[in-house]
């Protein structure tokens, strides 16, 4: 099975030879350039991109595929995928979303608790200027927000599927 991360969406037609607006939702749009694959809609339907240009803040792609105003407005509102074989590689200790999202959590405190506590699993990720902070959904649906930060998050095994946290003081209060 191939799977998939998104990497935009497409917007309104821009002009009338094709082009169509993105909304960007990669951290490397730079890989968004003409002959690159990406993957279109529920179907993961193949289109080449064409050209691919900012304009004010826009990305402004279009494919071999759709070469009119009207052509590319049936794409309007559908996704954008590359294969997540296809994705760049990170540094240590950097991870993709879609790697955390799931995860467990336990929180470990060695001066007070032998064992790790588990807290729950991460169900979203909120991106803030400063830090991204995780969503840990327990059993019973309480939510517990963690922020991503080096003194917080003591280690992440994504092959386990477990992270451990080192919580601030309060935060469980």
Known sequence: MIDYLVVGQIGRPHGI????????????????????????????KPVK??????????????????LT????????HQYLYVRADDRPSLLPGEYYHHQ???????AHDLESAPSPQFLGQ???????GA???????????????????????????????QMIVRLLPGLLD
């Open 100 to 106: 955390l999202l799931g995860l467990n959590v336990f």
């Open 49 to 66: 991109i064409r050209s691919s240009r900012w304009k004010n803040q826009v990305l402004l792609l279009a494919f071999e595929e759709y």
């Open 69 to 76: 105003r009207e052509e590319i407005e049936t794409l309007r």
């Open 17 to 44: 030879h094709g082009e169509g607006q993105v909304h960007v939702f990669t951290d490397f749009p730079e890989r968004l350039k003409p002959g690159v694959t990406l993957f279109v809609g529920e179907n993961y």
């Open 131 to 161: 830090n991204d902070v995780y969503v840990i959904t327990n059993d019973s649906g309480k939510e517990l927000l963690i922020p991503a930060l080096e003194s917080t998050i003591v280690s992440i095994d994504v092959n386990q599927g």
């Open 122 to 128: 991460i169900t979203e990720i909120i991106s803030t």
